[in-house]
């Protein structure tokens, strides 16, 4: 499986953005899809995740209200669209993907088995 993360880019603090995560190589059926995003100098953080088969959603407390995760299976793609974005938000999202969604350890990097390469998001005040 190949991921592949697009829709990065420079915005104000207020603004919207969205971020799609396309995957090649296989159809999603059961898998799990998470976003991450890692800032200069930070460790990489869970931003949140999909269930491709039952559509659940989970994100961090600092975006919950502003992100929301959709998915689209006839282009077997996920979008993390984020609202309201803050200069704190500015970081490169990843996106990853694991092989069978369940409801624990979604948070977890080492549970995903895939990973695109990262977008950069940048968000100005």
């Known amino acids: 499986v190949q991921l592949q993360a697009s829709g990065g880019g420079l915005t104000e603090a207020g603004s919207s953005l969205s971020l799609s995560c396309a995957a090649s190589?296989?159809?999603?059926?059961?898998?799990?899809v998470g976003w991450f995003r890692q800032a200069p100098g930070k460790e990489r953080e869970f931003v949140g995740d999909?269930?491709?088969?039952?559509?659940?959603?989970h994100f961090r407390t600092s975006v919950k209200g502003r992100f929301t995760i959709s998915t689209d299976r006839a282009k077997n793609t996920v979008t993390l669209q984020m609202n309201r974005l803050k200069p704190e938000d500015t970081a490169v999202y990843y996106c990853?993907?694991?092989?069978?969604?369940?409801?624990?350890?979604?948070?977890?990097?080492?549970?995903?088995?895939?990973w695109g390469q990262g977008t950069q998001v940048t968000v100005s005040s």
């Open positions: 190589g296989r159809t999603f059926t059961n898998e799990g």
């Open positions: 999909v269930s491709w088969s039952y559509g659940i959603t």
């Open positions: 990853a993907a694991r092989r069978l969604w369940e409801p624990i350890n979604f948070a977890t990097m080492s549970q995903y088995d895939y």
